[in-house]
């Protein structure tokens, strides 16, 4: 599952999003967050990268989102910062359930 986001954190329901990516991880499923737009700021908060992170969940960053928002060299270190075409692959090869949460 690849759960994308894109409002800033902290964002309304983001200890839902924690959940649901916990309880599918913990099925066996690989899960995945992708930060974009705005929620890139979650990349630079290393509680919120430890939480994903004691779950085993994988943390994606848009690279060209957190370069206009200058945030390249303040992500935690856990965090992949991918390109436009590695997020295709994301979506087309590595995950079969793409959830897209707006709020």
Not at 1 to 16: A, D, G, R, V
Not at 59 to 83: E, S
Request: glycine share 2%; with cysteine.
């Amino acid at each position: 599952m690849l759960i994308t986001l894109s409002k800033s954190p902290p964002f309304e329901n983001s200890n839902s999003i924690l959940e649901i990516a916990k309880r599918v991880a913990e099925k066996g499923e690989k899960v995945a967050i992708l930060l974009i737009q705005d929620a890139c700021a979650a990349a630079t908060m290393s509680d919120y990268c430890d939480k994903l992170a004691l779950n085993e969940i994988e943390v994606y960053a848009l690279k060209a989102d957190c370069q206009a928002r200058g945030l390249t060299d303040k992500a935690d270190r856990r965090v992949k910062l991918i390109d436009y075409k590695q997020w295709v692959r994301l979506v087309m090869t590595e995950h079969k359930n793409i959830i897209s949460w707006t709020s």
